[in-house]
């Protein structure tokens, strides 16, 4: 089951961030070119897009775009070298990758945040309802969390954005959304939403992650977002008013998401991401998890 019978065909990664946590590596490389494990966490995102039925990804690029752009193209001299070399199996590796014709690319020019990086979708996008996959932001495969949204725009229209419950003390690091449930269990109505709320000053534990379907009238919101926290033009505000008036573009519902996660934008997030999804592999998994339970018991 995908998203292929809800309308939905377009999907949005913003990927022009400047990734500062990850400095100096995010230096000269975009943080979504990161490798988690042997492939770069952007490829996971395309992935999951592909997988959910969506035929069109638009990435949102910066400073360092080409990296990006020639990663999903093809490398026919690479692959003409491991071909003559009869090594098959590397050249899967790199013939699996995503269709370049259903990949398309814009610039953002200056980072001025995630509601803006959004709005640079718009005339690729024009006035349909669409995904949006943070480019750092990892959903395990096995857990099909777009599917689910897909659903549940079907059901009330308007936009839904993935949440996750977390402890009250990472509240501050999300936006962060007041919700009423609703007759399904894993489904809530957001009432309102602020980014990073001060400790203390959060009105649930329910946080935003990086999926949403979001319908286009959030285009026009977004135009007239003022900068927010941090002096960024931020994708919640413009939420935020949705929510507060369905008339603008329908209501805004979350999806209460309690799959697997993995956040590739933060060390230590990215550092656990690595080790467990080595750990899980069929080719790595075994040895890696011998020398970790050595390491383990040494102690250090
Ligand atoms: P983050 O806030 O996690 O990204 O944005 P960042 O600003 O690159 O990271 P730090 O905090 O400096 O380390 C979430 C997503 O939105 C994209 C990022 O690339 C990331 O995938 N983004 C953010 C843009 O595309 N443009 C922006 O102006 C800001």
Known sequence: MNTAHSGLV?????????????????????KEMLPVVDKPAI????EEALAAGLTDVLMITGRNKYALEEHFDRNCEL???????????????????????????????????LGHAVLCAQPHVGDEPFVVLLGDDLIDPRDPLLTRMAEVRQEFGGSVVALMEVDPDQVHLYGCASV??????????????????????????????????LDPAVFEVLRTTEPGRGGEIQLTDALRR???????????????FKGRRYDTGDRGDYLRTIVRLACEREDLGPDFRAWLRQLVAEGS
Do not use: C, M
């Not at 949705?242 to 999806?255: N, Y």
């Open 10 to 30: 377009k999907a949005v990664i913003p990927a022009a961030g400047l990734g500062t946590r990850f400095l100096p590596a995010t230096k000269a490389t975009p």
């Open 43 to 46: 490829q996971y995102v395309v």
């Open 79 to 113: 692959e003409d070298t491991l071909r003559r070399k009869g090594d098959y199996e590397r050249l899967s590796r790199i013939e699996q990758s995503a269709d370049p014709a259903t990949l398309h690319y814009v610039r953002q020019g200056d980072p001025r945040g």
């Open 180 to 213: 009423r449930p609703t007759a399904d269990e894993d489904v809530v109505r957001i009432t309102d939403l602020v980014e990073k709320p001060a400790p203390g000053e959060a009105p649930s534990n329910h946080v935003v992650i990086g999926r949403y379907v």
């Open 242 to 256: 949705l929510a507060e008036d369905e008339t603008i573009g329908g209501p805004v519902h979350g999806v209460v």
